[in-house]
T-cell receptor, first 114, second 118 residues
Framework: AQSVTQLGSHVSVSEGALVLLRCNYS??????LFWYVQYPNQGLQLLLK??????LVKGINGFEAEFKKSETSFHLTKPSAHMSDAAEYFC????????????FGAGTRLAVHP | EAGVTQFPSHSVIEKGQTVTLRCDPI?????LYWYRRVMGKEIKFLLH????????ESGMPNNRFLAERTGGTYSTLKVQPAELEDSGVYFC????????????????FGAGSRLTVL
């Protein structure tokens, strides 16, 4: 069965520091992987997606994620955090033939302090 | 293009009452999904429509929940009677037909409907 694990429900970084949000997945078939972000009082917004093309995926707002099949990981990074990055981030997986049904991780709340 | 629209944004009801949530997907999106997040836990799948047909309703908690999608356009999710544990944020999402193309395999979410059952 497919599942997603996000390590760390809360992550705090200083402005300008590296952001690293961890995501590991379990899937018996080739997965599609996604990161969504939810800013305060807003809906879920797609940050980036992996759908079997390049393993390093660039998304919006300077975020990127690397698909590592051997580690079953899809960690999200950003070289330099900005105050506006404070939000909750969700990793999700779907798979071909699954009608795009998403399975989400529990979410990681990112705090950015001055 | 207009995004996925959900109404109401917030509903507060008492236990035992009925609430109906509405979702208007992106025009032309055959696939419509309902998800729910309860009290900071995972966002969990409830059900999936392809046009007006229920493709997968394996995530529906119980028979107090009824989802419809009239004519393959907007969808409603009714909770009757509501219980305390139904409180949470209900998200609707839509996607185009499964297949290739820039929008394939991507769900666009609405802002969610927050339900509070007292």
């Amino acid at each position: 069965a497919q599942s997603v694990t996000q390590l760390g429900s809360h992550v705090s970084v200083s402005e300008g520091a590296l952001v690293l949000l961890r995501c590991n997945y379990s899937s018996s078939v080739p997965p599609y992987l996604f990161w969504y972000v939810q800013y305060p009082n807003q809906g879920l917004q797609l940050l980036l997606k992996y759908t079997s093309a390049a393993t390093l995926v660039k998304g919006i707002n300077g975020f990127e994620a690397e698909f590592k099949k051997s580690e079953t990981s899809f960690h999200l990074t950003k070289p330099s955090a900005h105050m506006s990055d404070a939000a909750e981030y969700f990793c999700a997986v779907s798979f071909s033939g699954g009608y795009n049904k998403l399975i989400f991780g529990a979410g990681t709340r990112l705090a950015v302090h001055p | 293009e207009a995004g996925v629209t959900q109404f109401p944004s917030h509903s507060v009801i008492e236990k035992g009452q009925t609430v109906t949530l509405r979702c208007d997907p992106i025009s032309g999106h055959d696939n419509l999904y309902w998800y729910r997040r309860v009290m900071g836990k995972e966002i969990k799948f409830l059900l999936h429509f392809v046009k007006e047909s229920k493709q997968d309703e394996s995530g529906m908690p119980n028979n107090r929940f009824l989802a419809e999608r009239t004519g393959g356009t907007y969808s409603t999710l009714k909770v009757q009677p509501a219980e305390l544990e139904d409180s949470g944020v209900y998200f609707c999402a839509s996607s185009q037909r499964v297949g290739t193309g820039p929008g394939a395999n991507v769900l666009t979410f609405g802002a969610g409907s927050r339900l509070t059952v007292l």
